[in-house]
């Protein structure tokens, strides 16, 4: 693991010797993964919205036994338990608590009171001083090159807002690979960057290597985003299935929508109250329709069947554009090393360009 070469708020504020986040992917970001990017000097997330109370629980544990670095989980601010589930954080001494969707002010206040890091993911402006003003000690913004659940602002647009909007940590997701994609986002004044796909495409993911291969060969114009498969724009690769579920119409999604909901339903081992009660959170808290959450089961049951199962047929692959300039699969220490040395050279070329005068 490389020595400190880049000191930002973020780092100091979290403890991790490189200002490069792991992003909390469903089925995708387990104890494996986590760890290794821990090890690895970043911060590693764990995705805990695909796993039951019990599995978050253990899976917190195992990531403890692989690495003595501060990680994260990822956690849904919606669900009925969530105050269950950050309890569980505060038990095991996790370092970061991370969210899709901003906690509530008195949940960040309790997380704050046993020194966890609060740090939601933001897609505008007036969220990041939303969640500031509650608290927040450090925001994820992620523009619209980014895979899963996206919106349609660019990160270069996107993140200049927030940075003008804040003045905690912004790490900024969406279009990042590489050192020079560090260094830009550092010298727009973010305090590091998150990646999801560059990590998906290592080899400490547990994704099928088929399925990675399958990425691999993809191009910059080979992901699509879609309100089909669960009502809410999404980002992910274009398939064959992704441009069935395009072109078919609502009564035909409707039989495969009820299957996945009773798949999810015995996955997750939730009632249909529990069900109930999340489908009034996420109409509440996110404004979706009730047509749009009917379909809130597709996308965990529809990525697991992809990136678990390997079934390309029947699941969809979320994936960010940079898809279409990935070509390896490292380590995750061979690549935060990499993207750390690379960030530090351009931006030490970047200061060569400045004209010091004296007056």
């Known amino acids: 693991m490389r020595e400190q070469t880049i000191r930002t708020p973020f780092t100091d504020l979290v403890g991790v010797r ?22 690895a000097g970043g911060l590693g997330i764990l ?21 003595d670095r501060p990680f994260g989980v990822n956690l849904r601010a919606d669900a009925g338990d969530a105050a269950d589930r950050c ?23 309790k997380l704050k009171e046993h020194d966890i890091v609060v740090m939601p ?30 919106g349609p602002i660019p990160t270069t647009l996107l993140l200049p807002t927030v940075l003008d909007a804040v003045d905690i940590p912004v790490i900024a997701a969406g279009g990042f690979f590489d050192g020079r994609g560090l260094a830009a986002a550092l010298s727009y004044g973010a305090a590091g960057v998150g990646m999801g796909t560059r990590f998906l495409l290592t080899q400490d993911s547990a994704v099928p290597d088929a399925v990675k291969q399958l990425y691999l060969s993809k191009g910059l114009t080979d992901t699509v985003v879609t309100a089909k498969v669960d009502g809410m724009p999404h980002r992910m690769l274009r398939t064959d299935l992704v441009s069935e579920l395009e ?13 996945r909901t009773l798949e999810f339903k015995r996955e997750s081992g939730m009632s249909w109250t529990d ?26 049951m529809m990525l697991k069947a992809g990136l678990v199962e390997g079934d390309t047929a029947a699941g969809v692959l979320a994936s960010g554009q940079v898809v279409g300039v990935i070509d390896d699969l490292p380590t995750c220490e061979e690549l935060i090393d990499r993207i750390v040395d690379r960030a530090a050279q351009e931006l030490r070329r970047g200061a060569s360009y400045v004209v010091d005068r004296l007056l």
Do not use: C, Y
């Not at 490189?18 to 090890?39: D, I, K």
């Not at 505060?90 to 901003?102: E, Q, R, T, W, Y």
């Not at 069900?275 to 965990?300: I, K």
């Open 247 to 259: 072109e078919t119409s609502a009564v035909k999604r409707l039989g495969p929508t009820v299957r």
């Open 18 to 39: 490189h200002p490069v986040v792991q992003t909390g992917m469903g089925w995708v970001s387990g104890p494996r993964l986590t760890s290794g990017t821990a090890n």
């Open 87 to 109: 309890q569980l954080l505060i038990d095991h001494g996790v370092k970061v608590a991370s969210f899709a969707l901003a906690p509530k002010p008195e949940l960040i206040a």
């Open 47 to 67: 995705a805990s919205a695909t796993m039951t109370f019990a599995e978050l629980e253990k899976a917190i544990i195992e990531v403890g036994s692989r690495t």
């Open 275 to 300: 069900l109930a009660r999340d489908g009034r959170s996420m109409r509440r808290e996110q404004g979706r329709t009730l047509a749009q959450m009917s379909l809130a089961a597709n996308t965990p």
């Open 121 to 150: 993911s933001i897609g505008a402006a007036k969220h990041a001083k939303k969640v500031a003003a509650w608290g927040a000690d450090a925001v994820m913004v992620q523009g619209g090159e980014g895979g899963g659940h996206t």
